[in-house]
């Protein structure tokens, strides 16, 4: 069951009409620190469970209404693209799942990226040998992370800001000199002095890693840095704009400038072809790439796809359908050609599965399997227009507090600096961080089997220790916060 405090966020976002809510957000700022496992946000303090609330409190429905199957027969099916321009969101209309989580992540009026999301910066770097252990490194943190919101809320209140992280701020600029490193090498053993060093970055939040990675190689690798080049393809038009201010806050970055492009699009919409060899940057972006779900039949193992209908009211329910749309069933395929093992809610005895569905008010069809239909997507890109890239990406691998299903997304959202977690992706559009773990013992070999290129996965853990410099990200009890975070997250490179 949801939280109570869920129940009080519902009431106040539909108790406003969406341009209120949208009024009263705070500027964009940077992005927020994963806690020690995957959170996005920091909660000042724990959620305090109201039990005479919660005694009140029922959860929303979205079982589907089979008497208005003639109604919504009517609706019109649209696809996130077709969504892209429209200020309000849809009513009276049907679409995949994948679409809807495209269009409450991504479209530019309301989506949470381009409307909700503020990056948490810790200001100055932390001086790790400075400070007496690990947990001497959260307090700090979370007394910069108050400091931070505190200076939002002086100049707007927000009760609903989405404010969260990522290990290129809190490790800022360890991190990004980790990533630098590796790239500096690899350039220098495959292609240097005969080709330039083409860098991209997708989704690069407020421009952190960017800046990171050209201040190394200027200072540590003049001779690179003469035969580089950073392109960002970001699709969010407030980071876009906040990626270019952060070119010219200062005399050293603003030397950047000749190097840098931004590309303010989505990486879905992108055409040219890049003949060059280059270095494509996703760092935790594959968790909020669309997801398709589908549930099988028990007895049959036929795949059923889902769908979601939006009412008259803006009320959302869930349908399957037999009918697979050919993305879907192209992940299939590719799956099963390019995988010999993997989670899959019919494992296990097929008798039990058949005696599961004749249990009275079970059904006939299997818990959620969410596919990452958009992933695979992506990849298909950098075969056909990046074909000779080498990948970097790093995401989590494993989650806390998903909802029911086998890859199952975390939903969640902030209110009043407490980040509550809810059990559907059936949510208020642009207001939930929709979240998945990305299996990489799936994706690997799924990569290589669309762009023909091999990779290697590696634990967070081992990628920054070989690469990171770990002297100046140890505490003074020998604890290093770098390596001891993020255990949940893998790093794949192209080799």
């Known amino acids: 069951m949801d939280s109570p405090l869920a129940t009080q966020l519902f009431r106040q976002l539909f108790s406003h009409r969406a341009s209120q809510c949208l009024a ?47 109604e919504f027969d009517q609706y019109a099916i649209v696809t996130a693209e077709m969504l892209k321009n429209r200020r309000e969101r849809p009513r009276r209309v049907k679409m995949l799942l994948r679409d809807f989580i495209d269009d409450s ?10 409307k909700q999301v503020v990056i948490f ?52 600029p360890y991190y990004g000199e980790a990533i630098a490193r590796y790239l500096v090498q690899d350039y220098k053993y495959n292609f240097y002095p005969y080709q330039d060093l083409n860098i991209y970055e997708m989704g690069a939040g407020n421009g952190t890693m960017m800046l990171n990675v050209l201040d190394y190689i ?121 995988c010999e093992d993997y989670a899959h809610p019919l494992q296990g005895s097929k008798m039990i599965h058949h005696l599961r569905s004749l249990i009275p008010f079970q059904g006939t069809l299997s818990k959620p399997e969410y596919i990452p239909t958009r992933l695979m997507q992506f990849f298909y890109i950098l075969y056909q227009k990046f074909p000779f890239h080498k990948l970097i990406t790093s995401d989590f691998h494993k989650l806390d507090h998903t909802i029911e299903g086998i890859n199952a997304p975390v939903v969640q959202t902030r209110y009043k600096r407490e980040m509550i977690p809810v059990s559907t992706p059936l949510v208020h559009q642009g207001y939930f961080d929709i979240l998945f773990p990305t299996d990489f013992e799936v994706m690997q070999p ?50």
């Open 446 to 495: 799924m990569y290589t089997a669309i762009t023909g290129r091999f990779a290697r996965t590696y634990s967070h853990e081992d990628f920054m220790g070989s690469r990171a410099d770990l002297l100046e990200t140890q505490t003074k009890n020998g604890e290093n916060p770098l390596l001891s975070w993020y255990k949940n997250a893998s790093v794949m490179i192209t080799l």
């Open 121 to 172: 910066t810790p200001g100055e770097p932390f001086n790790f040998n400075n400070l007496t252990s690990e947990h001497e490194f959260f307090q700090q943190l979370r007394h910069r992370y108050t400091n931070f919101e505190d200076a939002l809320d002086d100049q707007q209140p927000n009760d609903l800001r989405q404010l969260w992280h990522t290990p290129t701020e809190l490790f800022s």
């Open 24 to 70: 009263r957000r705070a500027r964009p700022a940077i992005a927020t620190p994963h806690g020690r496992i995957h959170r996005r946000g920091m909660a000042d303090r724990p959620v305090a469970l109201d039990r005479k609330r919660e005694s009140r409190w029922h959860p929303r429905e979205h079982s589907f209404p089979h008497e208005r199957a003639e």
């Open 218 to 338: 200027r200072d540590m690798h003049p001779e690179v840095y003469e035969r580089t080049k950073y392109r960002i393809i970001e699709i969010s038009s407030a980071l876009a704009t906040l990626q270019q201010q952060g070119l010219g806050l200062s005399a050293y970055a603003r030397g950047h400038s000749d190097k840098v492009e931004i590309i303010n699009q989505s990486i879905f919409e992108w055409t040219q072809y890049v003949s060059s060899p280059c270095y494509f940057l996703a760092l935790e972006v594959f968790d909020n790439f669309a997801h398709d779900a589908l549930k099988y039949d028990l007895s049959t193992a036929e795949p059923y796809q889902s769908h979601v209908v939006i009412d008259n009211r803006g009320e959302m329910f869930e349908y399957y359908s037999r009918n697979l749309d050919p993305l879907a069933r192209q992940f299939l395929e590719r799956r099963y050609a390019t």
């Open 105 to 114: 992540l991504y479209n530019p009026n309301y989506g949470y990226f381009a």
